[in-house]
């Protein structure tokens, strides 16, 4: 690890993730607030049915995003144990289900232990964002010689891969510090060195490929 990355103190890494995830809630809690606004004014009677919808779908998309954002920032519970891929992908779907991107899942194993889950639901933000005008994800890997092994490849038009999520998932520090954005592969990176691991970013042309390897927690 790098010296600089030493700055981020345990309490500025707690702020910077509570950050990310206010930022991601900020989107559907306003769009609920405003639906909600409309019940208050009388002049907006006509508006209430697509008030309702609104609440719906905001409401909707905050307990997904709270849900994925639990288990990939927190611990998903205290308890040790494996958490379902069935259980994963839902997660997945809940936030993703219409991003530009197409996720594909070809994991061989039925569960992953929760520093595999959390890597792998780290790496589906990342994966996401490193094909913003949409293309497609492969989600491949499984468990086998005590080992869990994850790879993500994706392949999308004007595919990219920011320098500072390279550094950061090394565990160094970006040139321009730290932020709500650039901490997120900062802290997967964390996850699974601390877990006995490693995780890895590359670029080729349009592909860019993650890769994690983590012995199974016990």
């Known amino acids: 690890m790098s010296a600089p ?7 500025n890494l707690a702020a910077l993730l509570c950050a990310r995830i206010c930022h991601d809630l ?13 019940f208050d004014d009388d002049d907006n009677l006509d508006m209430r049915d697509d008030a309702m919808e609104l609440i ?26 494996v ?29 992953l232990d929760k520093p595999a889950s ?3 639901l780290n790496l589906v933000m990342l994966a996401v964002m490193a094909v913003p005008r949409g293309g497609d994800i492969v989600i491949s890997g499984g468990v ?5 092994q994850l790879k993500f490849v994706c392949t999308g038009f004007k595919a990219r891969l920011a320098d500072s999520v390279v ?5 160094a520090a970006p040139e321009d510090g730290f932020d709500g ?11 699974a060195r601390e877990a006995g691991g490693s995780v890895n970013a590359s670029i080729d042309e349009e592909i860019v490929t993650f890769s994690a390897v983590l012995p199974v927690q016990n």
């Open 5 to 11: 990355s030493m700055k981020l103190t345990a309490a």
């Open 26 to 38: 900020v989107s559907p809690i306003g769009a609920l607030s405003a639906a909600l606004e409309v």
């Open 56 to 81: 719906k779908l905001s409401a909707g998309q905050a307990s997904a995003k709270l849900q994925f954002l639990r288990l990939a920032f927190g611990a998903g519970g205290s308890a040790p144990g």
């Open 83 to 111: 958490i379902g891929l069935d259980e994963l992908k839902k997660l997945t779907l809940g936030v993703f289900g219409d991003a530009k991107a197409n996720i594909s899942w070809a994991v061989d194993a039925e569960g």
């Open 118 to 120: 959390r890597i792998l």
């Open 144 to 148: 086998e010689g005590g080992e869990t």
């Open 167 to 171: 550094k950061t998932l090394a565990g």
């Open 181 to 191: 954005r650039n901490v997120q592969p900062f802290y997967t990176g964390m996850i």
